[in-house]
């Protein structure tokens, strides 16, 4: 089981810089994959950024690619997701989620179902 605990959320203007943190209980975090996840009002959930188990492999959607870095610090147990040139349309809420991976150091997924826990979220919304 692992808790998931995001912060780092609020209001900035276009163009401002945030960076997001997402807290993991346990002690084996780097057994999983972690991504970032968002979802606007009305809106489907949507993938983010992902980053493999040891930080090695990185992927981003394309609407975010070049303006936000996802990292990770095994030792702290946590992920980061720094995002830059924030736009009016990156307002939503962001989710922090984990997917289980023993086996493939690299892996890293775009698919919401491949993550088995997820946090409750922190609140992004910038303003024009």
């Known amino acids: 089981q692992v808790q998931l605990v995001e912060s780092g959320g609020g209001l900035v203007q276009a163009g401002d810089s945030l960076r997001l943190s997402c807290a993991a209980s346990?002690?084996?975090?780097?057994?999983?994959?972690m991504g970032w996840f968002r979802q606007a009002p009305g809106k489907e959930r949507e993938f983010v950024a992902a980053?493999?188990?040891?930080?090695?492999?990185?992927d981003y959607a394309g609407s975010v690619k070049g303006r936000f870095t996802i990292s990770r610090d095994n030792a702290k147990n946590t992920v980061y997701l720094q995002m830059s040139s924030l736009k009016p349309e990156d307002t939503a809420n962001y989710y922090c989620?984990?997917?289980?991976?023993?086996?493939?150091?690299?892996?890293?997924?775009?698919?919401?179902?491949?993550?088995?826990?997820w946090g409750q979220g922190t609140q992004v919304t910038v303003s024009s």
């Open positions: 980053i493999s188990r040891y930080g090695g492999s990185t």
């Open positions: 346990g002690r084996t975090f780097s057994t999983y994959t």
């Open positions: 989620a984990a997917a289980f991976n023993w086996g493939d150091s690299d892996f890293v997924s775009r698919m919401l179902k491949r993550y088995d826990y």
